[in-house]
């Protein structure tokens, strides 16, 4: 056996699919992995959208995900491609190969020393110490990748080394307990389940706030019990999304620096907030104000470095989601939603007011289909949200994409079914071709992307069709970037605006798609919004619907709330 043989066997062993790659060195273990192993090989056109198919991947399945890519220019963009999985806590494996051994700190051609470039996007990294230490290494990188708080993780392994022989063998083999996400579960402590239930029967106002952790710990059903029992609200952070349906009469929806008036405003009205998986960053509490810092805070957290570093808790328990929340529900019995709620009946009921109103107002804003010649985004959206079925995925860019997605689609069913760039522009059209590789013909995906993040990836409309992904892409197409012309407007008012530095042409992205050889409608006409969608469903090909929407309606982002009179 052959060290690219290993390789190829131990990604078997960990039930991969698919090996995501920009072609070039290491080309045998991608060779093995397909001929003789069944994994098939997913090109992209460069690294990032080669990894972000890979992190949405891994995302939605919660599997170590192997991505692989070349030493120099290519291990320069890998700390690019690995951030936004390093953000979003993505199982991502990166393979890459290092400078030939015979030749290293002789001017190589490409030389780069690599490691200390991903020290700060990665979980762990490092160079594999001795070709046969390839199967135990890998097994390190992917225990580190899947326990705990995922993450991403980084093996590079010199150019000379994937053919060389190794004598004796390693040992190939998975092990079951490291297989996927949610990999090891604290649980919590007695004690602290009850200190809990005895916080709760002092509070008038609780709020569940519901993080990311929920989704990584698959602990949306506990989550919806607990809710269930006490009758109190829950909002999530942006990254919780899913933690309930959105639909569920005790959903208010999401909070933070990209959420919903009334999800913030229910946040600041609490006295205790239950926080389940949530780090309690400034995205999701819109720079440590929502909620407030003199509220009673319980954090619930699987990583104790997390725990009391943005706020004062007044009780801070290490536990997973699924398994704290478990343990609560069984705490409170079953009389617990007549005992507990009592004394916040009526603070349940005013949040569901409050919600009810904030829809009506939503309604109200979709119904101005046009602004200033323009789509109104906020009609988009509310077409494609009733387009939307239980089953179906949405990916977000970052941004005022993830902004829109995340406050006004409602996700009608628990779990992970919406998934956003965390910050990497541009990541989430080639990702939702990865989403789509993970749900497989089931389930529809949909993108939602700006042309300014459009850009980004165009070329990877030849890796949709080649690879037989038919996503339906929507280009909330405003010929700017967005956010930066309601810096100005809003934060330099001022000044005089800058077009250089937000404006572009005003480019037909269908067209562009057309000329790919996918389906793609341009969209100027409110009439004309469904039927594009429909035939971009039924037409069975990567697809882009270009929505030509105005720039002057600013999305519900917590930094321009006062001076956009927000309202929803």
């Not at 307990?177 to 004690?191: D, G, H, K, Y």
């Not at 569940?208 to 809710?227: F, H, P």
């Not at 949530?278 to 440590?288: E, H, K, Q, V, W």
């Not at 995925?393 to 009608?412: C, I, N, P, R």
Request: hydrophobic fraction near 40%; include cysteine; aromatic fraction near 8%.
């Amino acid at each position: 056996m052959n060290l690219s043989q290993a390789l190829a066997h131990m990604m078997k062993a960990y039930d991969a699919e698919y090996a995501f790659t920009l072609t070039g060195g290491p080309q045998e273990p991608l060779m093995e992995a397909q001929l003789n192993h069944g994994v098939k090989v997913v090109l992209g056109r460069c690294e990032r959208s080669a990894f972000a198919m890979a992190d949405a991947y891994a995302r939605l399945t919660g599997k170590p995900t192997f991505g692989f890519a070349q030493y120099g220019c290519g291990t320069a963009y890998l700390p690019f491609s690995l951030v936004d999985a390093h953000w979003a806590h993505s199982p991502v494996i990166a393979v890459n190969s290092a400078t030939d051994s015979n030749t290293k700190y002789k001017f190589e051609y490409q030389e780069l020393e690599s490691v200390p470039m991903f020290l700060t996007c990665t979980k762990w990294c490092g160079e594999l110490p001795a070709p046969q230490r390839v199967a135990d290494v890998l097994r390190t990188a992917v225990r580190t990748a899947v326990s705990g708080t995922p993450g991403p993780a980084y093996l590079t392994i010199p150019m000379d080394w994937y053919r060389r022989e190794l004598d004796p063998a390693p040992e190939i083999y998975a092990e079951p307990a490291f297989a996927r996400v949610a990999a090891t579960r604290a649980a919590p402590a007695t004690e602290d389940i009850e200190r809990i239930v005895e916080a709760l029967a002092t509070a008038k106002r609780p709020v569940l706030l519901a993080g990311g952790g929920v989704l990584l710990s698959q602990a949306w059903e506990e989550m919806t019990a607990v809710a269930e029992a006490l009758d109190v609200p829950v909002v999530t952070s942006i990254s919780g999304k899913g933690s309930i349906s959105e639909n569920h009469p005790l959903a208010v929806g999401v909070g933070g620096r990209y959420s919903r008036k009334v999800a913030n405003d229910v946040l600041n009205g609490c006295d205790l907030c239950i926080v389940v998986g949530s780090r309690l960053g400034s995205m999701g509490t819109d720079t440590f104000k929502s909620p407030a810092p003199e509220t009673r805070i319980i954090h619930i957290d699987c990583d104790a470095n997390v725990l009391g570093r943005t706020y004062r808790e007044e009780l801070s328990i290490l536990g997973d989601a699924k398994l704290t929340l478990s343990s609560l529900r069984q705490a409170l019995g079953d009389g617990a939603r007549s005992d507990k709620s009592r004394g916040w009946r009526e603070w349940t009921e005013t949040a569901r007011r409050s919600v009810a109103g904030w829809r009506e107002k939503v309604r109200e804003r979709a119904s101005e289909r046009v602004v200033d010649g323009r789509l109104n985004p906020i009609f988009v959206l509310s077409v494609l949200n009733d387009l939307l079925a239980e089953d179906d995925v949405v990916v977000a860019d970052t941004g005022y994409m993830a902004a829109w997605s995340g406050t006004l689609l409602d996700q009608k069913t628990p779990g992970r079914k919406t998934l956003r760039a965390a910050g990497s522009l541009g990541w989430a059209f080639p990702a939702a071709l990865g989403a789509k590789l993970a749900v497989g013909p089931s389930c529809r995906v949909f993108c939602l992307m700006g042309d300014g993040g459009m850009g980004y990836h165009l070329a990877d409309l030849e890796t949709a069709l080649r690879i037989d992904t038919p996503v339906v892409t929507i280009v909330m197409n405003n010929a700017a970037f967005g956010f930066s012309y309601d810096v100005q407007r809003y934060l330099h008012p001022q000044s005089e605006r800058l077009p250089d530095a937000t404006d572009f042409l005003d480019l037909d992205f269908a067209s562009i798609a057309r000329s790919f050889g996918a389906h793609g409608e341009r969209v100027t006409d409110p009439d004309d919004l469904l039927p594009a969608l429909r035939r971009a469903v039924d037409s069975g090909r990567p697809a882009i619907i270009d929505c030509a929407v105005s720039k002057n309606v600013t999305p519900p982002v917590g930094r321009y709330a006062a001076a956009a009179g927000r309202d929803i």
